[in-house]
């Protein structure tokens, strides 16, 4: 089983891969973007440095991806991922336009047809609020300048993509987490492990197992 977890920055994508790794018994992989030289002057000068900062990322991410799902998945275990390679393109969408974009997507185009899909994308959703709330209590530091307009953007193209009727690679499991704290709830977070192993029919699972009360 290959499982990848989706969502805009803030949503908690990282937290739920690490708890979900000892009940799926899971190899992790980890998106590494402090690495990207380019991403502290991108949040505080988006237009010019928004063509490096994309490039950079998806190299990284092609390599990183190409090497290491299939290396993972040889050695017989289950393998959760923080992103999927898609999710690059959602924020070219954003951050680059004309000839940028028309480049990085041809590029974007030649790399993913080596990149594995996930047997299922698990969709974080959050309210822009809510995003904003879980990047001032994480407190990095590149991300302190980070505008409300543009994670509302993001927001936005997520919903378009993960929501949208179109043909993805990967099925795609939505899941609301405004009301969830799967840190402080252990409910919460059996109440996600549930939704996934029904999703891919990996047993044991409960077919209607409820959403947990907030109370």
């Known amino acids: 089983m290959y499982l990848a977890i989706e969502g805009v920055i803030g949503v908690g994508k990282t937290t739920l891969v690490r708890l979900l790794q000892p ?15 380019f991403l502290s002057d991108f949040y505080s ?3 010019r440095y928004a063509f490096q900062t994309q490039i950079f990322f998806l190299l990284s991410r092609y390599h990183q991806q190409h090497k290491a799902v299939p290396a993972l998945l040889e050695t017989g275990r289950h393998l959760i991922s923080d992103y999927t390679f898609e999710k690059d393109g959602l924020f070219a969408q954003i951050n680059l336009q004309n000839d940028e974009l028309a480049m990085y997507r041809r590029v974007h185009e030649a790399l993913a047809e080596k990149i594995p899909p996930p047997d299922l994308v698990v969709y974080l ?9 879980r990047i001032a209590l ?13 994670i509302a953007a993001l927001n936005q193209a997520y919903d378009d993509f993960f929501l949208s009727q179109r043909d993805h690679l990967s099925p795609v499991l939505t899941i609301e987490t405004d009301a969830l704290d799967y840190v402080r709830h252990p ?7 549930n939704r996934i192993r029904q999703s891919l029919g990996l047993p044991p699972f409960q077919p209607e197992l409820p959403l947990p009360d907030p109370d």
Do not use: K
């Open 23 to 37: 009940a799926f018994d899971a190899n992790i992989l980890l998106e590494v973007f402090e690495e990207n030289p």
């Open 45 to 47: 000068d988006r237009a």
């Open 138 to 150: 994480r407190d990095r530091p590149y991300e302190r300048s980070m505008e409300r307009s543009y």
């Open 187 to 193: 409910g919460d977070l059996d109440w996600i492990e």
């Open 125 to 133: 959703r959050a309210s822009t609020d809510t995003l904003m709330q």
